[in-house]
T-cell receptor, first 113, second 113 residues
Framework: GENVEQHPSTLSVQEGDSAVIKCTYS??????FPWYKQELGKRPQLIID?????GEKKDQRIAVTLNKTAKHFSLHITETQPEDSAVYFC????????????FGGGTRLMVKP | NAGVTQTPKFQVLKTGQSMTLQCAQD?????MSWYRQDPGMGLRLIHY???????DQGEVPNGYNVSRSTTEDFPLRLLSAAPSQTSVYFC????????????FGDGTRLSIL
């Protein structure tokens, strides 16, 4: 099956700094790469996603980059704020018709005021 | 529009008991899935369904059954609860597959004694 590795597992930044989280995947057939944010005790929520026909996508302070050749994709958060503190998960689809989603192990981001 | 609704929110079981976790969505989504999230870890796919009458196994299906008799409902059954099944269970749905944004329910926190 798909193997999704996520680094780092924890990340502490000062408010206003940038944060970068990287994921690598194994299934070269994967074409969709989402990022989810999970606040403590809450449900995961999609924050941004990218498809393999583009290399970068931005939404305000959040961006995702994709390198299909190297099989990795990254989440970039600029001008971090305390409310960005959460666990972030990457994911990639695999299996029959890409119908299974494998998640990375998560990155706990702490933004210090 | 309630989105994805999971019941119960909390449950404590004794080893060997059976129970059903309920999941319902009102978005007319074809794809539904169940994940478990163990402390400090990512989400692992238990079972998924691409439409009414169709279910398939995910990464960790042992000890769980599912059915999909309607588009709206996707219950997860624990056949004989074991302490290793202590976890938070999330149901998710999407328009038509894993390569679409997943909408998660609030989760069911399950403890097996």
């Amino acid at each position: 099956g798909e193997n999704v590795e996520q680094h780092p597992s924890t990340l502490s930044v000062q408010e206003g700094d940038s944060a970068v989280i990287k994921c690598t995947y194994s299934d070269s057939a994967s074409n969709y790469f989402p990022w989810y944010k999970q606040e403590l005790g809450k449900r995961p929520q999609l924050i941004i996603d990218i498809r393999s026909n583009v290399g970068e996508k931005k939404d305000q302070r959040i961006a995702v980059t994709l390198n299909k050749t190297a099989k990795h994709f990254s989440l970039h958060i600029t001008e971090t704020q305390p409310e960005d503190s959460a666990v972030y998960f990457c994911a990639a689809p695999w299996g029959r018709a890409g119908n299974m989603l494998t998640f990375g192990g998560g990155t706990r981001l702490m933004v210090k005021p | 529009n309630a989105g994805v609704t999971q019941t119960p929110k909390f449950q404590v079981l004794k080893t060997g008991q059976s129970m059903t976790l309920q999941c319902a969505q009102d978005m007319n989504h074809e794809y539904m899935s169940w994940y478990r999230q163990d402390p400090g870890m990512g989400l692992r796919l238990i079972h998924y369904s691409v439409g009414a009458g169709i279910t398939d196994q995910g990464e960790v299906p042992n000890g769980y059954n599912v059915s999909r008799s309607t588009t709206e409902d996707f219950p997860l059954r624990l056949l004989s609860a074991a302490p290793s099944q202590t976890s938070v269970y999330f149901c998710a749905s999407s328009y038509d597959g894993a390569e679409q944004p997943q909408h998660f329910g609030d989760g069911t926190r399950l403890s097996i004694l």
